[in-house]
């Protein structure tokens, strides 16, 4: 017969078997970080002492992969568990996009909050508000609270397009009524039409002058929203999406920041990134959450020397330097390539106690963390649920090996398999380039061997058209069959 001290000490083992299944879980996502952008990746114009310190403490993944060259899908499939490629409409949207993902569909928030976790996202949001086209004066909604946050504090689109306002829930944050925000789109993609604040912009932005943010205090405005949802919700699960700013262009870091780099504009914005967070980390330490956090850093593509508006990038007169710094490593291509350079990038993952420290060759993706945030929370995924997300949490817990298979999404789709990685390109790899390649007959294969060829530098399709054949029947299936398992 179990007496009273007994049942007591059961139910208290229950509560910190339970306490450790569910830890709280933070998903920092820079955006247009490099793979050579952090300290502990290899920088030595850049300092990044919070990245480095999180990844001596936890699993830095030299593996890790964006879903997508670009933002916008990669952020749907993050959130989705699917690549966006499947889906028409997920390219890169204007600021008057509706939402893009179906409410009451399965999501990571959502998930996590069927779980009892509270919910926020914090920062850049970039999938869409509303109804095409958004009305940013009244009542936005579908939007994160719809597919699963209890709390959203988002830049709407990007810090280059309109409307430059921060929305919270379901409203615009200090808007006058009698000064309404009209946006205007018709512009070419791509070609900023107006000045908001100084700073050229995609799109046209009347009204709404109350409203607007203030660039150079993006960074401090996020940390502060990420502390008090911390705060606010330590004393139970909690999941916060923090989406920063940084390091994006317009690059408008704060005055404590310019200069601190070696590597122009562009690098002390990667210090701003560090500075955020490190504000996290701190308030971990002081509210003593450290312990039971699982917490990952990585970016939503690979790095681009873009230029910058009124800062440019610009030393020694070709705009394309950033004193040496290679912001890529040794990678080959950019944001929004299939090389990679579009979609390899830093991930570092922390939970102390659970994640041994170290270095992991394993082959993970964004595109994983719903399924692999359903295994750590013990929850079973519908069928139709997360059609390209595999568990990967063998991989963080336990240094195991990730996929086996990895669909790149650039300007063409790419197939990783172990060290082999296949593409099909041609001269001009955008859209209708191809097409024009195809019909022409001169789109040609590309097989590199990463293990021996990381830069992809050489391509030895020839020599093993057998590997040729089978990645491109893995990859034709993949596309074929609506999802990777």
Known sequence: MKTLPHLLLAGLCACLAAAESTPNV????????????????????????????????????????APSAVCTPTRYAF?????????????????IAGLIIEPGRT???????????ATAVVGKWHLGLGKTPTDYNTEIKPGPLEVGFDYSWIIPATGDRTPCVWVENHRVVNLD???????????????????????PRIGEQLGGKAALWKDDLIADVLAEKSIKFIEDNQAKPFFLYLATHDIHVPRVPHSRFRGTSDAGIRGDAVHSFDWTLGRVLDTLDRLKLTDNTLVIVTSDNGGVLDTNGPTDNVNSGDGKTNNGHAHNGVLRGNKGSAYEGGTRVPFIARWPGHIRPGTSGALVSHVDMLSTLASLTRQKLAEADAPD???????LLEGKPGRTTLVEHGNVLALRSGDWKYLFVGPGAGKKNQEKAKAKGTRKPELYDLGKDLSETTNVAEQHPEVVAKMAKTLADIQAAGRSR
């Open 26 to 65: 933070i998903f920092i996502l820079a955006d247009d970080i490099g793979y050579g952008d952090f300290g502990c990746y290899g920088a030595t114009k850049i300092r990044t002492p919070n990245a480095d310190r999180l990844a001596s403490q936890g699993l830095r993944f030299t593996d890790a992969h």
């Open 79 to 95: 959130m989705t568990g699917e690549y966006a490629w499947r889906k028409q409409g997920t390219g890169i949207l204007p600021g």
């Open 107 to 117: 999501t990571v928030p959502s998930l996590l909050k069927r779980a009892g976790y």
């Open 177 to 199: 009524p009698a000064d309404p925000i009209k946006l205007d789109y018709a512009v070419q993609r791509g070609e900023p039409r107006s000045f908001v604040g100084g700073i």
């Open 389 to 395: 997300s595999q568990d990967v949490l063998p991989a």
